[in-house]
T-cell receptor, first 109, second 112 residues
């Protein structure tokens, strides 16, 4: 079988740093992606890690440890607009994503 | 450049009916994937097409089918609708050369 675990909700204040963890159990693992989804909106691609280590894109960074079946998304200098749901997704094959249940991030002033 | 477009945006059907959802990928993208998202959950993979061939199928019944046309647009068909098919149906396109997928706004289907 396959499973991905993320915290259901995380709260933080503007300007802070927050880390959203993702652990996974799956076969056919190619890499780990992260997507952001605002209420009523479509998922938006944030990052993809195929190899172990940290990938940085602006205020967002993503980390992967294949040996630990673990990854995280790090959001720095939080802004109100970062309030959204964040999904980790295992890439199981060519363009095939298996999504987690998502983490709702609430950023307060 | 236009993003992924889907039609219709909303749809109401009754049990047992059939529905066709349409998707136009970003220009130049040859890969189209379909996902079902139930409220409060992550999207679930249904189908993936690349160069008009089915390359992947998720754990959905045979009532679900799809196809990709020569212009890379795609249709998702669902027969014999059930109440549980009520969901947001998302289409995503990709050039096929990276793992980034670009999602359309979705079609919100309500089955009564």
């Amino acid at each position: 079988g396959q499973s991905l675990e993320q915290p259901s909700e995380v709260t933080a204040v503007e300007g802070a740093i927050v880390q959203i963890n993702c652990t996974y159990q799956t076969s056919g693992f190619y890499g780990l992606s992260w997507y952001q989804q605002h209420d009523g909106g479509a998922p938006t691609f944030l990052s993809y890690n195929a190899l172990d280590g940290l990938e940085e894109t602006g205020r967002f960074s993503s980390f992967l440890s294949r040996s630990d079946s673990y990854g995280y998304l790090l959001l720095q200098e939080l802004q109100m607009k970062d309030s959204a749901s964040y999904f980790c997704a295992v890439v199981r094959g060519f363009q095939k994503l298996v999504f987690g249940t998502g983490t709702r991030l609430l950023v307060s002033p | 450049d236009a993003g992924v477009t889907q039609s219709p945006t909303h749809l109401i059907k009754t049990r047992g009916q059939h529905v066709t959802l349409r998707c136009s990928p970003i220009s130049g993208h040859k890969s189209v994937s379909w996902y079902q998202q139930v409220l409060g959950q992550g999207p679930q993979f249904i189908f993936q097409y690349y160069e008009k061939e089915e390359r992947g199928r998720g754990n959905f019944p045979d009532r679900f089918s799809a196809r990709q046309f020569p212009n890379y647009s795609s249709e998702l068909n669902v027969n014999a609708l059930l109440l549980g098919d009520s969901a947001l149906y998302l289409c995503a396109s990709s050039p096929g050369t990276s793992e980034a997928q670009y999602f359309g706004p979705g079609t919100r289907l309500l089955v009564l």
